[in-house]
C-alpha cells in the first residue's frame, strides 16, 4: 500500500512563500509519478503540478512562474514551493501518486493540508 503525507501548510499573507512537503512511504513499486491537487471551498480538486518518475514536469497556467515542484534524490519526497501567493492560493492542497497497471490508473491521496492566504 502506499500512503502519503503531506506538511508545511498554514497561513501567509498577499506575496509571501510557503513549501509544501510530501512523502510517500509504503510500496513505491510501479508509481509513476507524484503530484500536487488543490481544492478551494465550494470548487472541484484541480491539478496544479505533478513531476513523472522520469522527471518530466507539468504546471498548471494560473500557478506558473510562483509555484515550483522538485522531488528528493529518493524520488518518494516531492515539494510544492509556493512564491507570491495570493488569497486565491487559498485551499486545501493534496498529494497524489499515481501507478499503471494493465492500463488502469490508480490514485493515492493524502490527507491534504490547509493553506490560507490573506490580503
Known amino acids: 500500500q502506499v500512503q502519503l503525507v503531506e506538511s508545511g501548510g498554514g497561513l501567509a499573507g498577499l506575496g509571501e512563500s510557503l513549501r509544501l512537503s510530501c512523502v510517500l512511504s509504503g510500496s513505491s513499486l510501479g508509481i509513476r509519478g507524484m503530484g500536487w491537487y488543490r481544492q478551494a471551498p465550494g470548487k472541484q480538486r484541480e491539478l496544479v503540478a505533478h513531476?513523472?518518475?522520469?522527471?518530466?514536469?507539468n504546471i498548471v497556467d494560473i500557478v506558473k512562474g510562483r509555484f515550483t515542484i522538485s522531488r528528493d534524490g529518493t524520488g518518494n519526497t516531492i515539494y510544492l514551493q509556493m512564491d507570491n501567493l495570493r488569497p486565491e492560493d487559498t485551499a486545501v492542497y493534496y498529494c497524489?501518486?499515481?501507478?499503471?497497471?494493465?492500463?488502469?490508473?490508480?490514485?493515492?491521496w493524502g490527507q491534504g493540508t490547509r493553506v490560507t492566504v490573506s490580503q
Open positions: 513531476i513523472s518518475k522520469d522527471g518530466q514536469i
Open positions: 497524489n501518486a499515481w501507478t499503471i497497471t494493465d492500463s488502469r490508473t490508480t490514485d493515492y
